[in-house]
């Protein structure tokens, strides 16, 4: 014999746990769920504990700006690997077909890092230091990631080039992106697929490679032509889907 | 992209436009990519690999659609964690569905990643709150309860409420944990609430109470009589296989109280009166015989009772159907000389017909019209209840958890049947049979019932009287509620276990015309939900049994060495020969895709023809309830609405019931539509919204079943039953209505639409 009670403790449900989204209380909410990664990740580096610690710092004593800003470097792009639908994905799939060059060795070592389970430490770091990165920073942290060192410095290297080339967020966005599609061996020797696929039609034609591509970008006539074959590639990729 | 969305806040804000600018910076990085060297052909290779290898992350696995008993077969594709798309399976896989699937069997799988789904279970605390549990904890109480109830009042005070949801393995199972575990024989189902009476009907006739015909014979017939059924809406892949009979030219009469939308397809439709369908049936086979319209080759060979229906019908005259029931004398004639001009005629109903005080009667006059116009058991030729729930064929009647019948309808009276399931499942049962469904709710009023083991369905909103069921539920020495949500039901409950889909578990289904389809798992089981056999081996197994089932395939095997019917029907062959349609009794044997074309299922191998009178529905119009209110599905929803609530898109097409309503009669109580109706029974009151249409005739009204802000089962009465199947009295409750002054309001909140029954 039992009153009728319809509430159920939210953890016996599929609900997601809330949590709260505003101010320091969302930072600590987020800390507490992602801590341990930032913990694993600490293991590597004395800077990313300082980073860490200086984050902290920031939040003990934050106001809106500089939790916003807190906020983008430390937490949200190890979310958004999460939360990039898979919308990106198929664009971002064409885009690797175009990279014989500097942009497959990128992704070699993107591959390799989240391989490694480092990918989110490699966001983080990058994530946090946009603002402020300058060649001895990117240096230095790429020589304080243990056996990672040398392949960290490359990819540094590229992602300083491309800070001054003003498409670090480009990048960044992209990296984000690829860590949501969990690349395995089967999903990197998918793309090598593609990037094969796309030597062929490559042999007669000048490549353009990575940064030649993101010149073309700031042609408006090769824009305009554009979206007329994307939208066939995306129309395509959702039929056969 | 979520660019249309509404612009949140804080850090979930940043989220938003972290993804978008994420995603239009990836577009704009592929298109310069795209732009500088790439021939379009190239592209589309491109294109054809990205797909390819999308499709490869992809899990696309067959199964059978847990909607209506139809029996759609479709491919699944999901990340395993949500159903990202369905789509028919080849149609050498889908024998019934072809092409086809509805708009719930295609879109509606919401509810599967409902937030409100549970993951654990739940048990009270000290303050009568719900707490979370371990299945240890959960199950520890379960055992208790049962216990207590067995100790103090005896096995027979323990009832089980099996669901046609759930698998036809696991139904076995609680046919056997009622029996053999709980020692009672007090098990039913929602078959009760619907096909009962089509059961009861037609066993006694023709000897298995079931569809003689395969779905192919609606291809095959010239004329398709249909009545009390809403195909279109309640089985809209029937419903489509009737409409391309017609046009292919095949003939199609419809007979209902309401111009449902494949009235409109028909040759001829007639408006009756509900609850009067004995008569108007008799009169059609009164005209047929008295006119020599009959098969005599037939009835002579393969019939036995023919004088005694001739005698029963010769009552119902023309113009004494016209006065009971309102169809034209003229159209009872076309019919008759439709039905004896066609060479083959398919009889198709559903519940218009069986949830009737006597929907037992209508069924057997159904069968007595197919059988003396010689329209059973040959090609485009039968019988076919459309039946509701998904495995109610199989889980519901074949499996057997009912209180008169073991799996493969072998009765419980029967000492030699009883003899073998007691050596089998090493007990004791009696040979009297239990309560059912409908009979509990009144036995526990009575004292006979103190303990209530429900799986898998909802009888807060679904028993006929719906205040009464509450009571019921609420007075209960010891409930358990075993289901994917905290509906109606659960929240009477003392412990609460939660299940998993149809998506999330392996084993078979039976559709409306006994075929028996492979159900594989396509999603991973929901947090600590556990399958219906998992949770009732665990529960067993606590209460000294030694259930020791690896997997729903062994379940089969022991089921199947039980039940002759079954006796070929293997995971195995399923699985490599598609459905297989029972009688199927043992491996070599190809599965019966038509019954009776040889000899009826009866001692004699003769169809008993019962001679049926005149019958009225236990809850007649009244000068204080001048009309009729009949009760059905709507399209977009699926009964209580667990499964088919959590998806939005279906509830902007509907999202609350309603009551449609004559525009003579809405004139005459200055209702108009869209207005807010009271409907007021003898046992209740509802206020719903009017939509006003010719579909429904001047004494009738009709309103859905689906929510229960508006459960219009607060208007039936738990105690107007079929005599022998015990069917509720759903079509045909005497109302009265009335215009609701002022803002009443009778929609959900955050309704965004007009509610409508149909497309």
């Given at each position: 014999m039992a009153q009728p009670?319809?509430?159920?403790?939210?953890?016996?449900?599929n609900r997601e746990p809330e949590r709260p989204q505003e101010g320091r209380e969302a930072l600590e909410s987020v800390l507490e769920e992602y801590g341990g990664d930032y913990a694993d990740a600490a293991e590597y580096t004395d800077e990313l504990e300082n980073v860490l610690e200086t984050a902290i710092l920031v939040i003990s004593s934050a106001d809106d700006e500089e939790v916003d800003y807190v906020t983008d470097s430390m937490v949200t792009l190890v979310k958004a690997g999460d939360a990039i639908s898979t919308e990106g994905t198929v664009a971002l799939a064409e885009s690797f077909g175009e990279n014989s060059e500097g942009f497959a060795d990128l992704l070699d070592e993107l591959v390799r890092l989240e391989q490694d389970g480092h990918l989110t430490m490699f966001l983080d770091l990058a994530g946090t230091l946009a603002e402020p990165l300058d060649e001895d920073d990117a240096e230095r942290l790429a020589n304080t990631v243990g056996e990672n060192a040398e392949s960290l410095a490359d990819v540094l290297d590229d992602l300083m080039e491309l800070k001054q080339a003003g498409q670090l967020d480009a990048l960044l966005d992209l990296a984000a992106t690829f860590s949501a599609l969990e690349a395995d061996e089967t999903t990197a020797n998918a793309l090598n697929d593609v990037l094969g696929a796309v030597g062929e039609a490559e042999e007669e034609s000048e490549p353009m490679g990575l940064f030649g591509a993101l010149g073309a970008l700031r042609s408006s006539e090769a824009r305009a032509g554009l979206g007329y074959v994307v939208e066939i590639l995306k129309g395509l990729g959702r039929r056969n889907t | 992209m979520s660019s249309n969305n509404e612009r949140k806040e804080g850090v979930a804000g940043f989220m938003q436009r972290a993804k978008e600018q994420a995603n239009r910076n990836v577009e704009h990085f592929a298109e310069g990519m795209a732009a500088g060297s790439m021939p379009e052909g190239k592209l589309f290779d491109i294109a054809q690999q990205i797909s390819d290898k999308r499709l490869g992350e992809l899990t696309v696995d067959s199964t059978t659609c847990g909607y209506c008993a139809v029996g759609c077969r479709f491919d699944v594709y999901t990340d395993g964690e949500e159903v990202l798309a369905t789509r028919a399976t080849d149609p050498e896989e889908s024998p019934v569905n072809d092409i086809s699937t509805c708009v719930k069997g295609k879109f509606s799988y919401s509810f599967a990643n409902s937030e409100e789904r549970l993951t654990d279970p739940l048990v009270r605390d000290e303050n009568g709150e719900w707490r979370e549990a371990t299945w240890d904890e959960a199950l520890s109480r379960v055992v208790e309860g049962f216990q207590d109830i067995i100790d103090e009042y005896g096995n027979e005070a323990m009832s089980v409420i099996a669901s046609s949801k759930a698998t036809n393995e696991e139904n076995y199972l609680m046919g056997k944990f009622a029996r053999q575990v709980l020692g009672t024989n007090t098990v039913d189902n929602c078959n009760r609430l619907c096909h009962s009476s089509t059961v009861a009907g037609l066993a006694k006739t023709y000897g298995y109470g079931a569809a003689s015909i395969s779905v192919k014979d609606f291809e095959e017939a010239d004329l398709i009589f249909l009545t009390g059924s809403n195909t279109t809406e309640a089985h809209p892949v029937l419903g489509t296989r009737v409409k391309q009979h017609v046009k292919e030219g095949g003939e199609l009469i419809v007979f209902d109280p309401r111009e449902t939308q494949i009235a409109e397809y028909a040759d001829q439709y007639t408006s009756i009166r509900p609850g009067y369908d004995t008569v108007w049936v008799n009169g059609v086979t009164r005209y047929i015989i008295e006119n020599d319209l009959y098969d005599e080759e037939f009835v002579e060979e393969r019939t036995d009772g023919f004088e005694e229906v001739k005698e029963a019908v010769s009552e119902f005259t023309l113009d004494y159907v016209e006065e009971v029931t309102g169809a034209p004398p003229e159209d009872i004639v076309s019919a008759a000389e439709a039905i004896a001009e066609a060479d083959r005629t398919v009889f198709g109903w559903t519940l218009g017909i069986t949830e009737h005080s006597h929907g037992t009667d209508n069924v057997a006059s159904l069968a007595n019209l197919a059988a003396i116009t010689g329209n059973v058991g040959k090609p485009g030729t039968g019988v076919s209840p459309f039946r509701g729930q998904n495995n109610v064929q199989g889980g519901g009647g074949d499996m057997g958890p009912l209180p008169d019948n073991f799996p493969g309808y072998q009765k419980v009276a029967d000492d030699e049947v009883r003899a073998k399931f007691e050596e089998a499942w090493d007990c004791e049962i009696p040979a009297e049979r239990g309560y059912y469904t409908t009979e509990m709710f009144n036995a526990f009023d009575d004292g006979d019932l103190e303990g209530m083991f429900c799986i898998g369905e909802n009888p807060s909103l679904s028993e006929p009287g719906k205040k009464h069921a509450d009571e019921v539920l609420a007075d209960m020495e010891f409930l358990v509620v075993q289901d994917l949500f905290m509906n109606e039901t659960a929240k009477y409950a003392d412990v609460v276990l939660p299940a998993v889909s149809f998506l999330e578990k392996e084993g078979t289904f039976a559709n409306t015309d006994r075929r028996v389809q492979k159900v594989n798992q396509v999603l991973e089981k929901k947090g600590n939900a556990k399958a219906d056999w998992e949770i009732l081996q665990a529960l067993a197994n606590r209460m000294g049994r030694e259930w020791d089932y690896a997997d729903t395939n062994e379940i089969n095997e022991e089921m199947r060495s039980l039940t002759p019917i079954y006796g070929g029907i293997s995971h195995e062959r399923v699985e490599e020969e598609g459905g297989i349609q029972w009688p199927c009794w043992d491996e070599d044997h190809p599965g019966?895709?038509?019954?009776?074309?040889?000899?009826?299922?009866?001692e004699n191998g003769k169809a008993n023809l019962t001679p049926v009178g005149y019958a009225e529905p236990m809850s007649p119009q009244t000068e204080e309830f001048p009309l009729t209110l009949t009760t059905g599905r709507v399209l977009y929803q699926y009964h209580t609405g667990t499964m088919t609530h959590p998806e939005e898109g279906i509830m902007k097409y509907n999202d609350r019931d309603f009551v449609e309503i004559n525009p003579d009669t809405a004139a005459s109580y200055g209702i108009e539509d869209g207005d807010p109706v009271r409907i007021e029974s003898d046992k209740g009151e509802i206020v719903v919204t009017a939509q006003v249409t010719e579909r429904i005739g001047e004494e009738a009204v009709f309103a859905p079943i689906h929510f229960a802000e508006t459960a219009v089962n607060t208007l039936t009465d738990s105690e107007r039953l079929d005599p022998e199947a015990k069917t509720p009295e759903f079509k045909a409750t005497a109302v009265r209505i009335s215009p609701v002054e002022g803002k009443q309001s009778t929609s959900r909140p955050g309704s965004v639409e007009p509610a409508r029954g149909d497309d």
């Open positions: 009670v319809r509430e159920v403790p939210e953890s016996a449900t | 019966t895709e038509r019954l009776y074309t040889e000899e009826f299922n009866t």
